[in-house]
T-cell receptor
């Protein structure tokens, strides 16, 4: 079984630019989550998809962040325009419905300069 | 504000010793508890889950849960240098909703030969 795949693994962009992160969950996992870890802080929840629907987006920091999950498969997280405080590691995780343990992707390290 | 507290460490133990990692949580009605291991630059990996009071053993790992005192711990017996990583405690709300855990900041464990 392939794991959760994230792309790119690293991204360095200038303040004001746009970046799109992609996550491919494990096949058959209806639940997809985005998390972010800023240096020295805990992993923070951003949002949760069930299939293509946003179940909970209470963790999204502001309207510069837009997440989509086309057809309930892969998901994208767009940051537009990026700010310095958006730097961090963005993790995606997926799980089957009814299970509480996640499988995390390897993360995208975003650096905004 | 739901909180999960962990001592950031580093916790340094000699090879072969028992490493004890602790976590406290503020939401008294939490139901599910998880320990993730995260190697530097890698994604968190689920290593233990526990749902009821008492001990749960899996190989060299033992998770301990005390809901009355609101703490969960992870013991690693016969610690190995390969156990050196950051250990994240995650706490889930009651069932019936989406499984959105709150993570602690993690405890850095160093096992020295």
């Amino acid at each position: 079984e392939a794991g959760v795949t994230q792309f790119p693994s690293h991204s360095v962009i200038e303040k004001g630019q746009t970046v799109t992160l992609r996550c491919d969950p494990i096949s058959g996992h209806d639940n997809l989550y985005w998390y972010r870890r800023v240096m020295g802080k805990e992993i923070k929840f951003l949002l949760h998809f069930v299939k293509e629907s946003k179940q909970d987006e209470s963790g999204m920091p502001n309207n510069r962040f837009l997440a989509e999950r086309t057809g309930g498969t892969y998901s994208t997280l767009k940051v537009q325009p990026a700010e310095l405080e958006d730097s961090g590691v963005y993790f995606c995780a997926s799980s089957r419905t009814g299970t509480a343990g996640y499988t995390f992707g390897s993360g995208t390290r975003l650096t905004v300069v | 504000q739901k909180e999960v507290e962990q001592n950031s460490g580093p916790l340094s133990v000699p090879e072969g010793a028992i490493a004890s990692l602790n976590c406290t949580y503020s939401d008294r009605v939490s139901q599910s508890f998880f320990w993730y291991r995260q190697y530097s630059g890698k994604s968190p990996e689920l290593i233990m889950s526990i749902y009821s009071n008492g001990d749960k053993e899996d190989g060299r790992f033992t998770a301990q849960l005390n809901k009355a005192s609101q703490y969960v711990s992870l013991l690693i017996r016969d610690s190995q240098p390969s156990d050196s990583a950051t250990y994240l405690c995650a706490v889930n709300p009651p069932s019936g909703g989406s499984y959105i855990p709150t993570f602690g900041r993690g405890t850095s464990l160093i096992v020295h030969p």
